[in-house]
Every structure is written in structure tokens, then in C-alpha cells.
């Protein structure tokens, strides 16, 4: 499958009880997506807890997911921020013989206008030796970049390949699938509605829960990909109660606890996010045995 279609995964990080980087659960966690159909890795997203990671842990997850995948799957990784000097700095700094692509988030808190938020990314593409995808996720950034914006991003460009689209705005998804450049991927941020946004002329899905059941939703993605809508559908249905369920406490508490009761990695977070709660853990653990 070309590169970036399907189901990428935005890894977590996990943690050991003592707080520190748990390596040997993140190796297991990557090995896990490789042999379960995932199309790509995504490190140091938002899923990753990436503000409480120093630098030296960030590079340190990067060097340990590299070398586990060993060139197996594409990685894309996360390097944004509101500082754009400083995300450009850090740009310049990627290993480009292991990393396929750059994440990188609209800036949050500065809330800067679309003239902005263009001329930010223009020197993220400017700096970045490797394909961007731009990253909309206005709930957390406090900004949604229009798609007027994206679209401009996307034709003055040609390094910027794509968006991860998390505005959840059914109508703007398909004014980006309407204008869009031929080649330019609309990739859904939310896995409730990756499975329409397939449907619709999307490249796929970067996912939380997919991590926790790779094989299962990425045979969801697949059959959307191949317009087999109706057993796409059947399967989406019968997951969507615990993608509900995994957000309801925050992320990624919600997909730890997945992770846990699979044996894969700890249920830690670090603050200010906390665990998920008794009374979620048990009901994620009753439909993860019975689906």
C-alpha cells in the first residue's frame, strides 16, 4: 500500500510505576502494530504526552521505535509547537534515514489568524527536508485552520502532502476532499469517523484505538478503502462502544487501559493526566472479552 494510506497508529508512551519511560512496553507495543496490519507509526503526537516529555526522553523513544520497527513500516513524526523558529530549529535536526514524514500541529494557545497559521506552516515546509502533513485539531488548539487555508498550504507547497483532519466537521472534511490537490491525503484524526471519511475519499485514519485493536480496525479502514461499505459498517458498529469509551476520561488513559488488559503496557500517565478510573477500566475490560 503507498505510503500514508490506511491505518497509522499515534503511539502512547508508556510508563513504568516509578514514572520513567517503560522501553521494553514500547517495544512490545510497536512489535504489536507490526504484526497486526498497521500501515504506519506515528511518535511524539499528542497520544505520546509528548509536553511531559523531556528531550532526552524524546529522543530516546524515537531512537527505541526506530530501531524496534527496523525500516518495517513508515514513521512519521511529531514536531510542532507555537514557537515557529524553535519548530524549525527542531525540524533541521530530524534523522531523515529513519523518519518518513513530520506531523506538525496548527500552533495552539497563540490562536493566530489563517494569514498566520499559513506562514507558519510556509516555514515548516520551507525548513523540512522530508514530507509534512499539517495536523487540525482545533478542540485542543484552540484554532481551526480552514480548509481554504490547508488547500492554499497544499498547492503553494508540494512537500506538504497532507492533513490529519480532527476538526470534527463532517462539511469541512468534504470541502477539503472537494478542493484538495489530486494527490494531497485527507487523513481522519478521530476514529469515529474515519470509517466515513474513507467512504467519502479519504487516505485513512491516524488512530488512537487502533493501536489497542490493530487488526481489527485496520481491517475496518481496509474495507472502507475498497468500498466494501457494508461490512466496513458492520464492523465499525460492533467497535464504536469503545471508542466512546476510551475518550470518555481523557486520551490516553482510555487507550492505556486497552493496552493494559492486553498485557502490553502499564495504565500510567503522567500528570496532569491521571489513570483511568476502577469503573472504566472494568467496563473497557468486559467489552475488549466479550467483542
Known sequence: MEQFFGTG??????????????????????????DNGINYLVVLGTTAETP??????????????????????????????????EVVRNIKLVDTK????????????????????????????????????????????GTNMTPETAVRLANDFNNIIGIKEAAGDFEQVLELLKNKPKDFKVISGEDKLALPIVLAGGAGVISVIGQGLPKQFSEIINFGLAHRSKKAFELFYRLSPLIDLIFSEGNP????????????????????????SDDLQQKISNFVDNF
Open 52 to 85: 511531559t516529555l523531556s528531550e532526552q526522553e524524546k529522543n530516546e523513544v524515537v531512537k527505541n521505535v526506530i530501531a524496534t520497527n527496523n525500516k518495517q513500516l513508515p514513521i512519521v513524526l511529531g514536531v510542532g509547537g507555537n514557537n515557529t523558529a
Open 98 to 141: 529513519n523518519i518518513d514524514a513530520i506531523l506538525s500541529v496548527v500552533p495552539y494557545y497563540n490562536k493566530p489568524s489563517q494569514e498566520g497559521i499559513y506562514q507558519h506552516f510556509k516555514a515548516v515546509a520551507e525548513a523540512s527536508p522530508l514530507p509534512v502533513i499539517l495536523y487540525n485539531v482545533p478542540h485542543r488548539t
Open 253 to 276: 488513559a482510555g487507550i492505556k487501559s486497552v493496552l493494559h488488559h492486553s498485557k502490553i503496557c502499564n495504565l500510567n500517565v503522567r500528570l496532569p493526566l491521571i489513570k483511568a
Open 9 to 34: 497508529v499515534a503511539l502512547v508512551t508508556p510508563f513504568d510505576i516509578n514514572d520513567k519511560i517503560d522501553f521494553i512496553a514500547l517495544e512490545q507495543l510497536v512489535k504489536f502494530q507490526i
